[in-house]
């Protein structure tokens, strides 16, 4: 009886915080990590005691063109190199153009006990993307997410496995939410981590290159994690997490055998209406992440942090973020296949600390016919290795866009992204910039 007793004490402390994190928004920590401790039943708000597996999934196909131009130089030690990957497609650099299926995830999420204590998410990709063909390279990685989240404790949920860390908005977003193809130039370089191999050739005094032998990080790591939205008053809530990962993204390998530790804050003022994606609120966050990356048998500091917010309100939805990052910074893909018809992309990291560069965006959204048709520009911009006036790039990217919305995520996007690049004190890595062209895109969601 009395083990019962503390059972229901337990439960009931947990109920006003689980309450509030079903009314989140954009709390994707709670909404990757937990189960819903309430559901609407008859029309009334009950406690959620269905223990059965929830399966679903979506996918992503469609159609991009890149308008860049190929340069490759005719002559001279590097003929048959490939010097503009920003001219082909990702994620395997092997067209300008062409049909893709982006994404085919499967996954399943439930809790394992009808008090709803113990949950679960396992999540697999069957498409074409970072995760299973980086730069052109098979990796064999088709696990995303494999996590369990004890709630058994009051004001604390712990979360253990494989799943996407606390911290960018753009990373933790549910991807099939967003209306935008590719991610923006920072989040890409500076968070869409690429892993080198602990033997990767130093090209010149801390810059690394080797072809991937894993997928990129796709905003993920292994490890635990503890978090928590708290309800601080009717319409205001507070989001905290605090995870020490592997710094391994999706692979178990470390050379390092250092962890990287993540935080994260948020505070979001709701509107009362919506849900998930389009529950309206305004939220503001910050994050930061550190840790060890080993190549040639010596450690190297990556760190990372940003700022950000995000409203949604009556169809309108801004938002804004700015990223920073020190070492292990990633510098492109380089070509090392000299057959002028052939491409062997590796990637290229400048690893020391004093690697710099930052970046954002500013994001513009409207539904101009509610629910249905959606229009958008968004402004990215990234500058690369400030540290240093010969490696310095800036690249500066305006996307617009129309959506039409079948039903809630599932609907065709229209992409169009006006893209520049600049090297202003190097005039030779400036003739290869002015290669870069635009880039179209159009991708059918379905959510299942």
Known sequence: ????????????????????????????????????????????????HNNKPHFWGFIQVGYQK????????GK????????????????????????????????????????????????????????????????????????????GIPYFNIRVGQFKYPGSEEGLRAVFTSTYRNFTTAGSQLLLERFLPN???????????????????????????????????????????????????MSSANASGEPTYYGYLAVEHLFGKGKGYYTQSLKGFAWYQN???????????????????NYFHNGLRVGAEYIKAKGMIYNGAKDVDRDPYGVNWEYQIAADKSNEADGGYVNVQYFFVPKKWEAMVRYD??????????????????????????????????????RDADASDNVKAQKVLDHTGDLLSIQATLKF
């Open 199 to 249: 033997n990767a050739k130093e090209i010149k005094p801390g810059t690394f290159q080797a072809a991937p032998e894993q997928s990129v990080g796709a905003y993920r790591d292994r490890g635990v994690e503890l978090f928590h939205t708290a309800k601080i008053t009717d319409k205001t809530t507070l989001t905290w997490a605090g995870m020490i990962g592997s710094g391994t993204g």
């Open 76 to 151: 001279g030690p590097k003929t048959g190199l490939n010097l503009t990957p920003f001219s082909m497609l990702p994620s395997s650099l092997n067209s300008q153009s062409g049909f893709e299926v982006n994404r085919a995830r499967l996954a399943v999420r439930g809790m394992m006990d009808k008090d709803n204590t113990l949950d679960y998410f396992f999540m697999t990709e069957f498409g074409e993307d970072g995760i299973t063909k980086p730069a052109g390279h098979t990796s064999n990685n088709y696990l995303t997410d494999a996590s369990i989240t004890y709630r």
């Open 381 to 418: 911009y990234l500058n690369r290795l400030t540290n240093s006036t010969v490696d310095e790039r800036k690249f500066k990217t305006t996307t617009i866009g129309l959506s039409y919305h079948f039903k809630g995520p599932t609907r065709i996007d229209a992409n169009y992204a006006f």
């Open 291 to 309: 840790g060890k990356r080993q190549l040639n048998n010596k450690d190297y500091t990556r760190e990372r942090y940003g700022v950000g917010f």
């Open 66 to 73: 890149n308008y860049g131009d190929i340069f490759i130089p």
């Open 1 to 48: 009886m009395k083990t019962k007793y503390k059972i229901k004490i337990v439960l009931s402390l947990l109920a006003i915080p689980a309450l509030s994190m079903s009314l989140q928004a954009a709390d994707w920590l709670s909404i990757a990590g937990t189960e819903p401790s309430f559901i609407k039943k008859d029309g009334k708000k009950v406690e959620n």
